[in-house]
């Protein structure tokens, strides 16, 4: 058995050295190139001040700043845009308001259209407490109406075991 080991042994580390090589191509390969920042550093400071604030519309639980999916760079392309020709802060978010909605905004507004979004996780936690309340209540009952049952079996064999004595 040991001479079957040490032939298998060098193809074994020969097929790990390759798939090892095969994933860092892979990962070369398929690896973004990096953007190049805005001449202007402010500028940039300024477009990444604005895309901290949206939701990336493709990951959804990210901001575009931190996203690397193609519409969150076009985003701040169009952020970078817009702040060159001018445009306030202000007038970028309103501008992606009026064409993505409430949901580009990683803090909404509350609003009756976000209503849900803003208190439906305490309203489903009282909600959660509530049941879980009850539940423990209902089983403390459980317990007691046996633990009753027990004492009240306890006592009928006593009032028997008294009974046949007496006969």
């Known amino acids: 058995m040991p001479k079957f080991k040490s032939i298998i042994s060098p193809y074994l580390i020969w097929l790990r050295i390759c798939f090892l090589s095969c994933g860092l191509i892979m ?4 690896a ?51 702040l060159q020709n001018g445009k306030s802060k202000e007038d970028i978010m309103a501008y992606m308001v009026d064409r993505y909605g409430d949901f580009v905004l990683y803090n909404p507004p509350v609003k009756t259209s976000t209503f849900v979004l803003w208190f439906g996780p305490f309203v ?21 109406t046996v633990q009753d049952s027990v004492d009240e079996l306890s006592q009928a064999r006593a009032l028997l075991s008294s009974v046949k004595k007496d006969s």
């Open 27 to 30: 990962h070369c390969a398929i």
């Open 124 to 144: 489903l936690l009282l909600a959660s407490l509530w049941t879980l309340l009850r539940h423990i209540r209902r089983e403390h009952r459980q317990e007691k």
């Open 32 to 82: 973004n190139e990096a953007l190049p920042l805005a001449a202007n550093p402010e500028l940039e400071s300024q477009v990444t001040k604005i895309a901290v604030e949206l939701r990336c519309l493709v990951c959804q639980n990210e901001t575009i700043a931190g996203s690397n999916a193609e519409l969150a760079v076009d985003l701040r392309q169009q952020i970078r845009d817009q």
